[in-house]
């Protein structure tokens, strides 16, 4: 079995435990991007920076969501926003705009694209 094959195969304990080994894939979070200006830039703009709704990068993002797991995050996406239509976006949909944001704020890229087995991983408080 190849390594890539042993990482997909044992899922959820590779993906919550290698250490440094990135979260997203570069090309997922660059069609994030695209999705989060559709859907989030509105609000949140295209920086993240923050309008009508808070900064989605940055110290106090990271001390909001830092030291839980992706899920917590990813469960405020997928249950409240985009706050006009909650909950109306698919993990297709999600999971990329996740990755984006996971890039804005330092998180490194890897080999494999955030999935919903990683949605376990603890989120470090600072990149
Ligand atoms: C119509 C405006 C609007 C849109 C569109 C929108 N948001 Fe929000 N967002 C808000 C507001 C307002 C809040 C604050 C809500 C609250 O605190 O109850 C918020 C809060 C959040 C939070 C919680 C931030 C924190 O620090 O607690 C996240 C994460 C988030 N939005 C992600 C997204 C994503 C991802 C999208 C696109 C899929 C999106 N939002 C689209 C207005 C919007």
Redesign the pocket.
Known sequence: MSLTGAIVASGQEATTTAPGGGWYTSAQASSGQLL?NN??A???RPDLTGA???A?KGA??LK??GGQPLSE?YG??HT?????NPGS?PAST?LP??AF?LQQNGLPPGDVPLGETALTRTLPTAP
């Open positions: 989060f859907y989030c509105e609000c949140h009508d709704g808070p989605l106090a993002f909001t969501f995050l405020v996406e409240t926003m985009p706050a006009v976006l999600l705009i996740t944001i």
